[in-house]
């Protein structure tokens, strides 16, 4: 019974040891996460399409290509990824993305003749943009998937 008592200290230390490490480390993604949020939220357009690009690349894309500015057909940025060719529509925004950055990669997706269409955003999606990507085959990588994609980049 000693022993068991005699442990009961040490056994509460190095649970608060490991409770403080774990609660560091929160704190450094948290603040880490924040600062590259509002970085990412306070981009010009332009600025975001090529911010995305690198993104991509960063995530195992490759011949990743920024179109032009205007004229795009709805597409800013084109790549590919394991054999698989990407139309991808970027939109930096403060508010929810509706359903014609949806309306506008579809067609671009077939206009520059690629397999897949995404629309890459720093917020998230309408109901309504869902429900049209769902019907269209078109894939919404929404602010928590950026997120996703900048971590794996570290």
Request: hydrophobic share 40%; with cysteine; net charge negative.
């Amino acid at each position: 019974m000693e022993q068991i008592s005699e442990a009961w200290p040490v056994l509460i230390g190095v649970c608060g040891v490991l409770l403080l490490a774990a609660a560091a480390v929160f704190t450094v993604r948290f603040f880490r996460s924040r600062s590259r949020r509002s970085e990412m939220d306070d981009m010009e357009g332009h600025e975001f399409e090529y911010f995305c690009a690198d993104l991509l690349r960063d995530n195992g894309f490759t011949e990743v290509e920024v179109t032009r500015g205007s004229g795009d057909y709805g597409v800013d940025i084109l790549a590919q990824k394991d054999g698989i060719t990407y139309a991808v529509q970027c939109k930096c925004h403060t508010d929810p993305i509706g359903i014609r950055a949806v309306q506008e990669v579809y067609a671009g997706r077939d206009y520059y003749d690629r397999m897949v269409g995404a629309v890459m955003t720093n917020q998230y999606f309408t109901s309504a943009a869902v429900q049209a990507a769902d019907k269209l085959k078109i894939l919404l990588w929404d602010r928590g998937y950026v997120e996703e994609m900048m971590e794996e980049r570290e």
